[in-house]
DNA sequence: TTGCTAAGTCTTGTTACGCAACTCTGAAGG
DNA sequence: CCTTCAGAGTTGCGTAACAAGACTTAGCAA
């Protein structure tokens, strides 16, 4: 009946709603590419690997959310390229913090494969996920969770709701 | 022949192997919900309305990959928790960035349906991805790509690849 | 005996995805 | 003019992932 997962669009989460614009893994891993430099349909493909019928759904997508912006830049014959959007860019600190991730717990002896180098301050670094109030680390030990003000009427006071948001 | 999704475990990047683990839409999910403070199985099937093998499926994944440790909290009759690990805990950071998009991009009027609480300076605040040697945000625009210890060596020479990490 | 909860498994059906082949358009080569 | 090539897809086929819901197992409780 309904085989398709289902939407978290609706859901009152930003990580929730993310996912499922993002949350499969091509998604990602396109626009990792779009940040190396790749805008062209083929490039992509020949990249990545991602099967041409799902590459097109996929660039579909990021378009119809906005992430990405396809313009033709030449029209005989007609060719196109895939551009970050402002909130496509937005992205990439996401990225750097999953990186950071991985290079901690899924690199092997050798080291990182890739590391980052910030041009503001000129030196390899890694991405580091701070509070924006004092600038210290963000972690789950401490930091909590609560409902803001974009959370729904009608379940603010529901008892399995409200516990949740009152403590671990 | 091969309907599955490729691995990306092998890749040389971070990225891709951090989303051949959690590249899925419910792993990020259960994470969440690990956060929350869920351990049991019928907790995060209630929470987030996953299909119970689907679940299963995951669970196990996400314990085979070190994310969660399975305990047996209680013998007769037998009942299990599933906690984060370290490896696991250390992905929340990855989820507020993804929060953070999400709050930016893709809430309504009413605003951020969560907020986050940093104890450690008592203050409402959201996650920023920083440059961990200056602490300035890292940005698409500010940020270039590096290959790292453990790029494998048959490739540091390949003309295509060399090409992508000489600027973009 | 019936019922309840936790933690799964099993069955069935649909869909997402990989793979490869094909299409379409316009240019380029001989 | 005929053939070939490249970019950007679309189409057809087969398999595996997933959702939904029923069933199972184990122990306890009324």
Redesign the interface.
Known sequence: MSPA??S?ANW??????????L???WS??LL?EA???SSRFEEFQREL?IARNTLTDRLRRLVDE?LMEKRRYESEPPRYEYV?TE?G????????????????????E????????????D??????????????????????????????EHLRTRPDIVR?FT??
């Open positions: 997962r289902p978290f009152p989460c930003s990580i929730a709603r993310t996912v499922d614009v949350g499969d893994a990602s891993l990792r940040f190396y430099g690997g906005g970050l909130k860019r937005d992205f990439f600190p996401v990225l750097a913090a999953l990186s950071r991730w991985g290079d901690r717990w899924l690199a092997g050798e080291g990182a494969p890739v590391t980052l180098h910030h041009d503001t301050c030196h390899d670094a890694h991405a580091e996920v701070v509070c924006s109030a004092c600038g210290e680390p963000m972690r789950s030990e401490n930091t909590s969770v609560r409902m803001g003000p974009g959370y729904p949740r403590q671990t």
